[in-house]
Every structure is written in structure tokens, then in C-alpha cells.
């Protein structure tokens, strides 16, 4: 079992920045391929970003490439995503994941979520 807890959402004007922070408690973190995704109402969960147990490799949305960095601290248990040049259609419920193979867009253990608005 893996417990998540995302923490650095809220509201910031189109062209800003916010870092999303993912920490984990319970199983080894190090041994899972994290992932980053985001939903509004009415839409599909979309998948943002994602990382390698070791934090070498990361693969992104084609929404976001450019824009969102992911990176991952293991010895914090601790993973984030740095949210730059955001635009009101970054505007979602962004959840932290635990993925079931670095590759795969399946997540195992979520996140409750945490709101990030971006005002135009």
C-alpha cells in the first residue's frame, strides 16, 4: 500500500508558474514509475507526466511538453512537477499516481487531488 498526498495547487494568472508536490509514504517509493495527471469535469482523466523509479527517464502529454517539468526526490519520497507558461486550459484536478510500469499510463495507487486554476 501506498499513501499520496499532493500538495502546491491554487489560483495563478495565465503566463505564471506552480510546483505540484507528490509525497509518498508507505511501500519503497523508489521502486515505483510515478505519473502526474489532471481532470476537469466533464472530461476524460488526461495524462500529464510521468517518471522512472530512478527519476532517469520522464515522458510528458503533448499538452504540456515545453511547459511541465516532473522530477522526483527519493530520498524526500517526494516527486513534483513544475508548472510553467500555464494557460487557463491548464486549469484541473491534478493527481499524483503511482504507475503499474514506467511507460504505462495505468495508475495503481492515487492521490485525493488538488486544484490548480489558472485565471486568463
Known amino acids: 500500500q501506498v499513501q499520496l498526498v499532493e500538495s502546491g495547487g491554487g489560483l495563478v494568472q495565465a503566463g505564471g508558474s506552480l510546483r505540484l508536490s507528490c509525497a509518498a509514504s508507505g511501500r519503497t517509493f523508489s521502486g515505483y514509475a510515478m505519473g502526474w495527471f489532471r481532470q476537469t469535469p466533464g472530461k476524460e482523466r488526461e495524462f500529464v507526466a510521468a517518471i522512472s523509479p530512478g527519476g532517469i527517464s520522464t515522458n510528458y502529454g503533448d499538452s504540456v511538453k515545453g511547459r511541465f517539468a516532473i522530477s522526483r526526490d527519493n530520498a524526500k519520497n517526494t516527486m513534483y512537477l513544475q508548472m510553467n507558461s500555464l494557460k487557463p486550459e491548464d486549469t484541473a484536478v491534478y493527481y499524483c499516481?503511482?504507475?503499474?510500469?514506467?511507460?504505462?499510463?495505468?495508475?495503481?495507487?492515487w492521490g485525493q487531488g488538488i486544484q490548480v486554476t489558472v485565471s486568463s
Open positions: 499516481a503511482t504507475l503499474t510500469v514506467y511507460g504505462s499510463r495505468r495508475g495503481t495507487y
